[in-house]
Structure formats: C-alpha cells, structure tokens
C-alpha cells in the first residue's frame, strides 16, 4: 500500500508564495502518476496539476499554469511550488497518487492554504 501526507499549508498574502511538500511511503515504486487536487470553499474538489514517475511529464490546470510548478525528487517527495498566489487559490489542496494504472486512488489528508490580505 501507499501512503501519502502533505504539509506546507498556510496563510499567506496576495502575490506570496508557498510550497507544499507531498511525503510517500509504501509501495511507492507503483506510482504511475502523482498530482496535486485542490477543494476551494464551497466547489468540488479539482485538478491542479501533476507528474508522472520519471518527473518529465507535467500537466497543469489552465487556473494554475504559468504560476505553479510541480515537481518530484528521487526520495518519494513531490512538490507544489504556488507563485502569485491569488484570493482564489484559497483551498485545501490534496495529494493523491495513481498506483499501478488506473485513477488516482490513494489521497492524503489534504493540507490548507489561505490567501488573504
């Protein structure tokens, strides 16, 4: 099995930036793909961006193009790095992998971030 805690959440102003960090435990080796979701207040959770195994491959929602980037490490640790935050970014933001194939099952806890001035 895999597991999955991120941390890095917070309060942050307009314009800021924040990094949210994506711990892996387990079965990691399974992982096909890794992404970032996120819930803001009120929506349904949404796709944020993601990575494949190798970190080459990254897809992003247009909402987050251009300001966030995500990435992995070779140590089970995939990172949101969040640019020019907005007001609308406010959300609790998940980390969820996708283990041997399929859609992604395996989710952490989620983490909040807050934008506000």
């Known amino acids: 099995q895999v597991q999955l805690v991120e941390s890095g959440g917070g309060f942050v102003q307009p314009g800021d930036s924040l990094r949210l960090s994506c711990a892996g435990s387990g079965r990691t080796v399974n992982i096909i793909s890794t992404a970032w979701f996120r819930q803001l207040p009120g929506r349904e959770r949404e796709f944020a961006a993601s990575v494949d195994s190798t970190g080459r491959r990254k897809n992003y929602a247009d909402s987050v193009k251009g300001r966030f980037n995500i990435s992995r490490d070779n140590l089970n640790m995939v990172y949101l790095q969040m640019n020019s935050l907005q007001l609308n970014d406010t959300a609790v933001y998940y980390c969820?992998?996708?283990?041997?194939?399929?859609?992604?099952?395996?989710w952490g806890q989620g983490t909040q971030v807050t934008v506000s001035s």
């Open positions: 969820a992998a996708s283990v041997g194939g399929g859609g992604y099952r395996v």
